[in-house]
């Protein structure tokens, strides 16, 4: 079920992700959801791609020192409180939810890039709580 996430650091400079996006654009990569946390020189950036391995080899090609982490794609609704249908659940079953950043809506629901502490047990926990989990399925939207 999970999904593959691709992180790397970028000097915290104007133009520095417009750079990693014309190189992924230039190979026919596209970018499905994205997380940036700036900090004084360095800025952190987790991002989802249609094609994750071509993009490593696109970045490592260029220079770029890039990580792949498994991570969750989960469904949520879109009315006040839907998030809770995901973190309840894994509340309960004591796993950390590490980070998350959205993804796209999806009719009712939003997606959402979640990285938890335990993946076996909330990929789980999730699918006994009927929470709709995206694979690969997501590289397509």
């Not at 992180?7 to 940036?36: H, K, R, Y």
């Not at 498994?70 to 839907?82: N, T």
Request: hydrophobic share 45%; net charge negative.
């Amino acid at each position: 079920m999970p999904v593959r996430q691709i992180s790397l650091g970028l000097e915290n400079a104007p133009g520095q992700f417009s750079t990693v996006v014309d190189f992924l654009g230039d190979n026919g990569i596209n970018v499905i959801a994205l997380s940036v946390a700036d900090a004084a020189d360095v800025s952190a950036v987790r991002f989802v791609t249609n094609d994750p391995d071509k993009a490593v080899t696109v970045l490592e090609s260029q220079g770029y020192s890039v990580k792949l982490k498994d991570v969750l794609a989960v469904e949520a609704p879109k009315h006040p409180g839907g998030l809770n249908a995901i973190l309840r659940p894994l509340k309960a079953a004591n796993i950390n939810v590490n980070y998350l950043y959205t993804c796209l809506t999806r009719g009712d629901n939003a997606v959402l890039i979640v990285d938890v502490s335990d993946m076996k047990e909330a990929i789980r926990v999730l699918k006994k709580n009927w929470v709709h989990m995206l694979d690969e399925e997501l590289y397509a939207m």
